[in-house]
């Protein structure tokens, strides 16, 4: 049962677009929305998370919109640059559960950025 | 500060063989987790050791299993090994069995013939 939803599977962005991204999750226990950067090769590095308590999270060129009521959380890459060039995940967890927090991953989006 | 480390990085194994991953968790994190990713696909939970003891599992077979040592490293075997578990096995640990403050290792490429 695939829990978190992620769309689009892939993007090209010119540098200096917005890169968008969006999922949707269907656990209403979820309470921690993390995103991952992947790089060929490497394992997924924590990019910016965020819980239900607020809509909005910036950090730097990455910002993460949240929508409690319809359960969709995106992140936004501005200023896209060439170096942004990865695969992105969403993440989501029930931190609160008493034991063996795991993380929900969705399915990725590889993301290219072209000079 | 040394981050996650995985060993072997890559590893080719045959139908029905054993294979045994390793992995040390980051300094001052006592919670190891174990994913498995497919090509093209998000990670998915295998399962989760803390206190040496497994907490959480996902919907892998019996055929996974796990061990975590009292420094905190841990282990992950699979046994009568197929050509569906070829895939990315993701080593990622944490303080505390919390899913926030995740690092992942990056990795060991099993392929099996």
């Known amino acids: 049962q695939q829990q978190v939803k992620q769309s689009p599977q892939s993007l090209i962005v010119q540098k200096g677009g917005i890169s968008i991204i969006n999922c949707a999750y269907e656990?209403?226990?979820?309470?921690?929305f993390p995103w991952y950067q992947q790089f060929p090769g490497k394992g997924p590095a924590l990019l910016i998370a965020i819980r239900p308590d607020v809509s909005e999270k910036k950090e730097g060129r990455f910002t993460i919109s949240f929508n409690k009521s319809a359960k969709q959380f995106s992140l936004h890459i501005m200023d896209s640059q060439p170096g942004d060039s990865a695969t992105y995940f969403c993440a989501a967890a029930d931190s609160f559960k008493a034991a063996g927090n795991k993380l929900t991953f969705g399915g990725g989006t590889r993301v290219l950025v072209k000079p | 500060d040394a981050g996650v480390t995985q060993s072997p990085t890559h590893l080719i194994k045959t139908r029905g063989q054993q294979v045994t991953l390793r992995c040390s968790p980051k300094?001052?994190?006592?919670?190891v987790s174990w994913y498995q990713q497919a090509l093209g696909q998000g990670p998915q939970f295998i399962f989760q050791?803390?206190?040496?003891?497994?907490?959480q599992r996902g919907n892998f077979p019996d055929r996974f299993s796990g061990h975590q040592f009292p420094n905190y490293s841990s282990e992950l075997n699979v046994n009568a090994l197929l050509l569906g578990d070829s895939a990315l096995y993701l080593c990622?640990?944490?303080?505390?069995?919390?899913?926030?403050?995740?690092?992942f290792g990056s990795g060991t490429r099993l392929t099996v013939v």
């Open positions: 300094s001052g994190h006592d919670t």
């Open positions: 050791y803390y206190e040496e003891e497994e907490r």
């Open positions: 990622a640990s944490s303080f505390r069995d919390r899913a926030g403050g995740y690092t």
């Open positions: 656990n209403t226990a979820f309470d921690y």
